[in-house]
Every structure is written in C-alpha cells, then in structure tokens.
C-alpha cells in the first residue's frame, strides 16, 4: 500500500457521468412532456375540487355552541 497523496486535480469534466445523465435525461423528457397538459390540468381540477382551508363555522353558529345569550337580552 502507498503512503502517498497524489495533488488535488481541481475540478474537471467527467464526461462519462455527463453522456450517462443525458441517455437518462432524453428518454424521460420525451415520455413526460407529452404528459405535460394531461398532468396539469389533473392538477387544477384537483386544486379547485379540494380545499385545503376548513370551513369556518358562521358567527351565530360559535354564539349558539359557546352557550351565550343572543345580542340585545
């Protein structure tokens, strides 16, 4: 086994990994764009279909459950 260090190449091209990223990267795009208004508008029926705030109860409503009398007795 060797004790020494080689220096520190700085940064370079690896073009192996970036010819790998780009076969994964081409396939992926030409399946997924033809997707794209398919998946969009999935998206803003679900938006407008389903709400994420609750509803709040009505004024008269937390009057009537706190026990309170009504305004003005």
Same mark, same amino acid.
């Given at each position: 086994? /060797?004790?020494?260090?080689?220096?520190? !190449?700085?940064? $370079?091209?690896?073009?192996?990994?970036?010819?790998?990223?780009?076969?994964? !990267?081409?396939?992926?795009?030409?399946?997924?764009?033809?997707?794209?208004?398919?998946?969009?508008?999935?998206?803003?029926?679900?938006? !407008?279909? $389903? /709400?994420?705030?609750?509803?709040?109860?009505?004024?008269?409503?937390?009057?009537?459950?706190?026990?309170?009398?009504?305004?003005? /007795?």
């Amino acid at each position: 086994m /060797s004790d020494k260090v080689s220096e520190w !190449a700085g940064y $370079t091209e690896n073009l192996e990994m970036s010819v790998f990223g780009y076969i994964i !990267a081409v396939p992926i795009v030409i399946i997924l764009l033809p997707l794209l208004p398919i998946l969009v508008l999935f998206w803003l029926v679900w938006r !407008a279909v $389903t /709400s994420e705030e609750e509803i709040e109860p009505s004024y008269q409503t937390w009057r009537e459950q706190s026990g309170r009398p009504p305004s003005g /007795s």
